[in-house]
């Protein structure tokens, strides 16, 4: 980007978010004079053994749990999959209930586990996104070690009743594990509330750097590490503490917590008049998940007749940064596995987008990208066929 070309509307926060000027400023210290190795003996490697121990507070403040429930890892990926195998090591059962909108983290393990000889219910959504707990319930039986369901999806907002479900766990003797990944600074998560035995956080999506990330491990719950080496974080993850990004995501994590309203009120008000101003003004356009249960900054949407991947080069034409539901493989663009589990037909899915926001996206931002999205969506359909044409 030329230091004259006007900022790209970033609309992508569920991808990726922009690390917080004050989370940087913390983290500068641990990058340059305080580069000891918290295990080491020496007054040099007290600061970074302090650093990591504050950070684990400023966590376990925001979700409401003890710090010592706290294990850093390297990002939401690996406490996914350091949750469901521990899970599976310490009650030596073979069953896995999960979602059949799960992130790759949490689906892509379950089906290498699948490959291995464990057994995974895949439980279905309704067409809003939202899950029947119930279900949830009836899939568990005497062989299963673990129920995993996100919280809150990546690709809709849409949230689970993660409460519920934990209660229905707790029941039953099953551990719960839940991807809170795309939750934090945007929904309340209070551990004391909620029963989960696991919970997964990543740095990069609440203005931390990318690699960082958390395992909550409740207190009480039997721990197979999936890292095995030294002794770190109470012999739960073996490998050298990444200070200066643990620094900095105790940092975001009290900046999340002081801006949760802002988030709910401000960023809400403004995902509304984005969402409803495109569903005004663009014929043939759909929302995609229940319009309230649903995190406060996500939209998403299809519009009849145009494939994702030409809105979103338009889009990153006009200096507008969104992604679609669609996961590209090996070249072809495949429909979401999240949007066809909600019902909508391959070519539906293919048209859908995703703009997420966050609390840096400015009341400016939006109305730039409202003055444009209409035309575009408008320049794409004037290319089809007048059959293809939505009516208006
Ligand atoms: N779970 C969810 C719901 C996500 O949205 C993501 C990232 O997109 C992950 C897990 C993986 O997190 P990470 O990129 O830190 O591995």
């Given at each position: 980007m030329s230091a004259l070309a006007p900022r790209p509307i970033y609309l992508d926060n569920n991808a990726t978010t922009a690390v917080a000027p004050e989370v940087f400023e913390a983290m500068v210290p641990f990058l340059t004079e305080h580069f000891g190795n918290p295990s080491s003996a020496y007054d040099l490697a007290k600061h970074s053994r302090d650093a990591v121990t504050k950070a684990r507070g400023q966590i376990a403040a925001l979700l409401h749990c003890d710090p010592r429930e706290i294990v850093f890892t390297s990002c939401g990926t690996e406490s996914d999959n350091a949750a469901l195998w521990s899970a599976l090591r310490s009650t030596g059962k073979k069953h896995i209930v999960t979602t059949q909108v799960e992130h790759s983290a949490i689906h892509h393990f379950c089906e290498t586990l699948e490959h291995q000889g464990y057994a995974v219910t895949w439980l279905p959504v309704r067409a809003d996104g939202t899950l029947d707990p119930a279900a949830v319930e009836e899939a568990i039986h005497d062989d299963t070690a673990l129920v995993s369901v996100m919280w809150a999806n990546n690709e809709t907002g849409v949230l689970f009743p993660v409460r519920e479900i934990a209660d229905i766990c707790r029941r039953k003797k099953v551990l719960f594990h839940t991807d809170a990944v795309q939750v934090p600074g945007k929904v309340p998560?209070?551990?004391?509330?909620?029963?989960?035995?696991?919970?997964?956080?990543?740095?990069?999506?609440?203005?931390?750097?990318?690699?960082?990330?958390?395992?909550?491990?409740?207190?009480?719950?039997?721990?197979?590490?999936?890292?095995?080496?030294?002794?770190?974080?109470?012999?739960?993850?073996?490998?050298?503490?990444?200070?200066?990004?643990?620094?900095?995501?105790?940092?975001?994590?009290?900046?999340?917590?002081e801006h949760l309203i802002d988030e709910q009120t401000t960023t809400r008000a403004r995902r509304d008049r984005l969402e409803n101003e495109i569903l005004r003004l663009v014929p043939g356009a759909h929302r995609n998940g229940h319009p309230t249960e649903r995190l406060p900054n996500t939209v998403?949407?299809?519009?009849?007749?145009?494939?994702?991947?030409?809105?979103?080069?338009?889009?990153?034409?006009?200096?507008?940064?969104?992604?679609?539901?669609?996961?590209?493989?090996?070249?072809?663009?495949?429909?979401?596995?999240?949007?066809?589990?909600?019902?909508?037909?391959?070519?539906?899915?293919?048209?859908?987008?995703?703009l997420s926001l966050s609390r840096f996206t400015t009341d400016a931002e939006i109305d730039r990208a409202l003055a444009v999205f209409p035309a575009a969506i408008a320049e794409l359909r004037a290319a089809l066929p007048a059959a293809l044409q939505p009516a208006r």
């Amino acid at each position: 980007m030329s230091a004259l070309a006007p900022r790209p509307i970033y609309l992508d926060n569920n991808a990726t978010t922009a690390v917080a000027p004050e989370v940087f400023e913390a983290m500068v210290p641990f990058l340059t004079e305080h580069f000891g190795n918290p295990s080491s003996a020496y007054d040099l490697a007290k600061h970074s053994r302090d650093a990591v121990t504050k950070a684990r507070g400023q966590i376990a403040a925001l979700l409401h749990c003890d710090p010592r429930e706290i294990v850093f890892t390297s990002c939401g990926t690996e406490s996914d999959n350091a949750a469901l195998w521990s899970a599976l090591r310490s009650t030596g059962k073979k069953h896995i209930v999960t979602t059949q909108v799960e992130h790759s983290a949490i689906h892509h393990f379950c089906e290498t586990l699948e490959h291995q000889g464990y057994a995974v219910t895949w439980l279905p959504v309704r067409a809003d996104g939202t899950l029947d707990p119930a279900a949830v319930e009836e899939a568990i039986h005497d062989d299963t070690a673990l129920v995993s369901v996100m919280w809150a999806n990546n690709e809709t907002g849409v949230l689970f009743p993660v409460r519920e479900i934990a209660d229905i766990c707790r029941r039953k003797k099953v551990l719960f594990h839940t991807d809170a990944v795309q939750v934090p600074g945007k929904v309340p998560i209070d551990l004391r509330a909620v029963g989960a035995d696991f919970l997964a956080l990543s740095g990069h999506k609440l203005h931390a750097p990318k690699g960082i990330g958390v395992l909550y491990v409740r207190s009480g719950v039997k721990f197979v590490p999936f890292l095995v080496g030294g002794s770190q974080e109470r012999e739960r993850r073996a490998g050298t503490e990444n200070v200066p990004y643990i620094v900095g995501l105790g940092r975001a994590a009290e900046l999340a917590a002081e801006h949760l309203i802002d988030e709910q009120t401000t960023t809400r008000a403004r995902r509304d008049r984005l969402e409803n101003e495109i569903l005004r003004l663009v014929p043939g356009a759909h929302r995609n998940g229940h319009p309230t249960e649903r995190l406060p900054n996500t939209v998403s949407l299809w519009f009849d007749g145009i494939e994702a991947e030409a809105i979103l080069l338009k889009l990153n034409a006009l200096g507008i940064c969104a992604s679609s539901g669609s996961a590209c493989t090996t070249g072809s663009l495949a429909p979401s596995h999240v949007l066809t589990a909600m019902g909508l037909t391959p070519a539906q899915a293919r048209s859908s987008i995703r703009l997420s926001l966050s609390r840096f996206t400015t009341d400016a931002e939006i109305d730039r990208a409202l003055a444009v999205f209409p035309a575009a969506i408008a320049e794409l359909r004037a290319a089809l066929p007048a059959a293809l044409q939505p009516a208006r």
